[in-house]
């Protein structure tokens, strides 16, 4: 019998967690074989709503999932955890200047490093959901200075689907026919979606989609703000396909991503591609499972150059703010 993976999810009673649990239960998250135990991790106003998740949870009779445990301590959620999936998080509220959204997320994601750096399994594997997340995973990350750096990831997947989808619709092409698509840099505004080492069918994707106005007027800005448009239609925050793109990310980072194919995904930097050390930065990625790796050698063009240095930019002002206010 397969040892069960024990998985927390912060943040479990929330939008994205709702999306997220069932599809982790299921067996999506690390395969048909694999059973799971879930940690929920709630603050304690959260935690009766957790418990009403947990119920539905059980209803679905999952054959997987051989447990779930609720807790509103850290250091308790975190205990054994093979997988910690870290979506609760502070939201900027009205007024909020970026330093003091900074400094509650550092009031978050510095226990919960610590907490981890405790008592998570020896190959814990760490995916920041919660924004932002780039330096949210730098926090968590220098407060566990005894597990490896690299096993602290961001989510930039979210980006990398929504760019797919926009340029299958632009070509006409189906989404499975496209390789290779980069996002680079901050899950924010600044991030850089890059089609120049993509193809479709085979095929470079700029040669396919010839329109280099529509790259800039409308694909490069429609995928970084995407996130505010489903929020003016939907009147809330993407959330399934966030919990998706979550899926997505911990799937390929655990066993595998398909030969010839790359995915984007934040995670530590080496200094490859100019982006300073340390940084978690969205880069081209592949895993042969367990590990990701950058993938090496692509040319940066400069119209690519220049994007990725402003959103690498924005991420090391990040840095400094948060070294600044003493969280990492
Ligand atoms: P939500 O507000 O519905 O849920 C957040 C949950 O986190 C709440 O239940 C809250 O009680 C809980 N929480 C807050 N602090 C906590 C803590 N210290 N420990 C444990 N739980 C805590 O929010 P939603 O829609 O689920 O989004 C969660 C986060 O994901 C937000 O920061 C959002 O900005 C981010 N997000 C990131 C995306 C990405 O692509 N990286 C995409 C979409 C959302």
């Known amino acids: 019998m397969t040892q069960p993976v024990n998985v927390t999810v ?26 799971v135990k879930l940690r929920l991790l709630e603050i304690p106003q959260g935690v009766k709503a957790a ?17 779930i445990d609720i807790f509103d301590d850290p250091t308790a959620g975190f205990a054994g955890a093979n997988v910690a999936l870290l979506v609760g998080a502070r939201p900027r509220g009205a007024g909020m200047e970026r330093g003091d959204l900074l400094e509650a997320n550092g009031g978050i994601f510095g226990p919960q490093g610590k907490a981890l750096n405790a008592g998570a399994a020896d190959d814990i594997r760490v995916l920041v959901v919660g924004n932002p997340a780039n330096t949210n995973a730098l926090i968590a990350q220098a407060n566990a200075p005894d597990i490896p750096a690299e096993r602290f990831t961001a989510m930039t997947r979210l980006d990398h689907n929504r760019a797919l989808s926009q340029l299958a619709g632009k070509s006409g092409a189906a989404v499975s026919e496209i390789r290779n698509l980069t996002i680079w840099g901050n899950h924010s505004a600044t991030q850089y979606p890059d089609i120049f080492h993509a193809t479709i069918g085979g095929r470079p994707a700029a040669e396919v989609v010839d329109d280099q106005a529509w790259l800039v007027d409308t694909f490069i800005p429609t995928v970084a703000k995407r996130g505010a448009a489903i929020i003016e239609a939907r009147g809330a925050s993407s959330a399934a396909s966030a919990a998706n793109a979550a899926i997505d990310h911990v799937h390929d980072w655990v066993n595998g991503t398909p030969e010839g194919s790359w995915t984007s995904a934040a995670i530590p930097s080496d200094g490859s591609y100019g982006v300073p050390e340390g940084l978690i930065s969205s880069f081209p990625v592949t895993s042969t499972g367990g590990a990701w790796q950058i993938v090496q050698g692509l040319d940066v063009n400069e119209f690519s150059r220049a994007r990725i240095d402003a959103s690498v930019a924005e991420l090391a002002e990040e840095r400094d703010a948060v070294k600044g206010l003493g969280l990492i």
């Open 10 to 35: 912060t943040g479990a009673a929330g939008q994205i967690g709702y999306a997220l649990l069932f599809r982790i239960a299921s067996g999506q998250l690390l395969g048909p074989d694999t059973p």
């Open 51 to 67: 418990e009403g998740t947990a119920m539905e949870l059980e209803d679905c009779a999952f054959g997987l999932l051989e447990g």
